[in-house]
């Protein structure tokens, strides 16, 4: 590693989106909308089915002062320089029956890629897929994309001290996207006093724990990773039914974390407002206006983060709060 931040992201009007497509540094972009894609001439182009909601609509921007190089192994395309890997795939529902099937597919892939190209450290991951909470083969979707990711990454041999930051949120069109961020060397994981690590989950969850760290540290770059965060502590969803309980809750575990990181790691991050990404997940369109209203009422006009209609992996949770410390320096 370098010392230097090999990458950096920010939050742009989508307006600027064609403007931006000009820029040589500007490696990935994301878009929300109505239907789920990958350009696979394009890996860092990406499309997600969950419409943008609460007023500006904004597209994230990845931008790398390095050159990075494109490659592809089976369904994964990816882009890469010295320091890490960009890489993304997307899985049809035709292709397979079973949730738990393709996760595993996706995952083995993933492996196969990491391992042929040179980074074996997976830091950061995102999971998009339609019917979240719906029952399929007898078990809910969610549970069962857990146990295919826990499957393969069992195969993997992956450690658990070493499992990435990740978020896993229901689409509203089919097809399965998963992107991720990988390095040569693990990053440091982080986990919520207030919250049992994912992977330690009791049963009662589901067949296998979900295989994902609440935030990776990576030090040498001053990046943090936050996963998605809800209302949970302990294990057990809190203030079923109220958003703006829930927005509370979350917030104060999405400080945890970053004091967490701190604590580690001086990275400058002294709170949420500090993050160059925050997205909010909000299950129902009905708390889309006071979720923003309360975010503007918490931290000002001037906060800038996408809000975006998606599933969320609990039935009793309305919302769920990613984010990242991802500036340049």
Known sequence: MSGLAPFCIELQPAARADELLNDPQVFAMLRFTQKSRVDATNP????????????????????????????????VHYLYCDDFLFGSLYIGDQDFDDVADATAHAYQEIHDTLEQAGFPALLRMWNYFP???????????????????????????FPEEQLPAASAIGTLSEGMVIYFVAGKAPGIQI??????SAFHYPPQYGPRSPSFSRATLMDEWRQLYISGTASIVGHETRHQDDVAAQLDETLVN?????????????????GVSDLQLIRVYVRDPENHELVTRLLEQRFGPELRYQLVQGDICRTDLLLEIEGMYAHCQ
């Not at 969950?50 to 192994?73: C, D, F, K, N």
């Open 191 to 196: 986990e919520n006093p207030r919250q049992v």
């Open 44 to 75: 860092g182009h990406i499309d997600i089915a969950m419409p943008p909601a609460g007023g500006q609509e904004y597209i994230e921007v990845w931008r790398s002062p390095h050159t990075l190089q494109p490659g592809q192994h089976g369904p």
């Open 254 to 270: 999405l400080d945890a974390i970053i004091e967490q990181a701190n604590e580690r790691y001086d990275l400058g991050c002294k």
């Open 131 to 157: 019917r979240i909470n719906e029952e399929s083969h007898g078990l809910e979707r969610y549970r069962s994309f857990c146990l295919g990711r826990h499957t393969a990454l069992d195969a993997w041999h």
